[in-house]
């Protein structure tokens, strides 16, 4: 069962313009959706976070945009740059759970053309 | 250390055999994950620690899996009669404190190969 379904699977945008990736989730008790930037050969890093109260979350030009009743969230990158290109995955978590492990997003390639 | 690290960074491995995975945390750190990452997948939870004793092994496919983290500190996964489909990258990540949204920091990971 996958429980948070990413999309697209990959995407090209040109430099300056903006990135969109988006998810949506099925479990509503999960309470925590971090995105994280992973490149070529590294481990995934914490982009940006957001939890339930808040509708959007902005870091730079990184924005998380939320929506509760819809069960879906996004991440918007402004004015995107070719040093962006990376996967990007969105996850989920659940304070109900102990270990609050991550649910992962399959993920979304994103290339920047300069 | 500056970050979670894991050796060896690339295992191959002939089916049936045994390998053992190690993961170093950030200095610190009591909790511990281990995730698995297929080939254009998203990492999938396999085992958490908090400090020397497995709290979450719900991810674990099978019992070919197994992991310890002895002293609360480093630890090794271990598979046991590798088979072709566990070829795939094995994230560690730690992070400082089990309650809370506490960021888990991930290592590069271990890519295995099992042919």
């Known amino acids: 069962q996958q429980q948070v379904k990413q999309s697209p699977q990959s995407l090209i945008v040109q430099k300056g313009g903006i990135s969109i990736i988006n998810c949506a989730y099925e479990?509503?008790?999960?309470?925590?959706f971090p995105w994280y930037q992973q490149f070529p050969g590294k481990g995934p890093a914490l982009l940006i976070a957001i939890r339930p109260d808040v509708s959007e979350k902005k870091e730079g030009r990184f924005t998380i945009s939320f929506n509760k009743s819809a069960k879906q969230f996004s991440l918007h990158i402004m004015d995107s740059q070719p040093g962006d290109s990376a996967t990007y995955f969105c996850?989920?978590?659940?304070?109900?759970?102990?270990?609050?492990?991550?649910?992962f997003g399959s993920g979304t390639r994103l290339l920047v053309r300069p | 250390g500056a970050g979670v690290s894991q050796t060896p960074s690339n295992k191959v491995t002939e089916k049936g055999k045994y390998v053992e995975l190690r993961c170093d945390p950030i200095s610190g750190h009591t909790a511990l994950y281990w995730y698995r990452q297929s080939l254009g997948q998203g990492p999938e939870f396999l085992i958490y620690f908090q400090g020397t004793g497995a709290a979450d092994d719900s991810g674990l496919p099978n019992d070919r899996f197994f992991a310890v983290r002895p002293e609360g500190s480093v630890s090794t996964l271990k598979i046991q009669r590798t088979e072709r489909g566990d070829s795939a990258v094995y994230l560690c990540?730690?992070?400082?404190?089990?309650?809370?949204?506490?960021?888990?920091?991930f290592g590069p990971g271990t890519r295995l190969t099992v042919l």
């Open positions: 479990n509503t008790a999960f309470d925590y």
């Open positions: 996850a989920a978590s659940n304070e109900g759970d102990s270990s609050y492990k991550l649910i």
């Open positions: 990540a730690s992070s400082s404190q089990a309650g809370g949204y506490n960021e888990q920091f």
